[in-house]
């Protein structure tokens, strides 16, 4: 139905755009996890579908650094389904970093992280 050459990541995970560069249309490499929900949002709000739910994971958005989305390259009308459901997890994470900021994780962990989120994506790529 998708075809991966046509999708855009937004991540702030370097195994997942080291992994995917050369086989997507384009890899948005930011530093912070909410960078990522506002540059999702803005591709949402340009036109661009969200293929995968921005919390896609039972941990919340304080307790993991690293976040990939997944977004259609080719342009349509604006959804307002994908809009809300961004705004709401910008939201959320802010709401979860004013209870507990997300904690500096050694190499060792931040990199269990990284594979958490990489194999989400993974999932996901496998059912395009």
């Known amino acids: 139905m998708y075809n991966l050459d046509q999708c855009i990541f937004v991540t702030n995970n370097d195994r997942v755009a080291l992994k995917f560069k050369g ?53 349509q009308a604006l959804d307002t389904d994908a809009v809300m459901l961004i705004e709401k997890a910008i939201e959320n994470f802010d709401k979860w970093q004013d209870i507990r900021q997300t904690p500096e994780y050694n190499a060792k962990i931040a990199n269990d992280y990284k ?14």
Do not use: C, F, W
Not at 30 to 57: C, F, M, N
Not at 59 to 64: C, D, F, V
């Open 23 to 75: 086989s997507a249309k384009e890899i948005i490499l930011l530093e912070e996890y909410r960078d990522v929900l506002l540059k999702a949002r803005d591709l949402i709000y340009a036109g661009h579908k969200l293929l995968t739910h921005p919390q896609a994971s039972s941990l919340k958005p304080n307790q993991t650094p690293y976040r990939s989305i997944l977004l259609y390259g080719e342009k």
């Open 115 to 128: 594979t958490i989120d990489l194999s989400m994506i993974e999932n996901i790529i496998s059912k395009l």
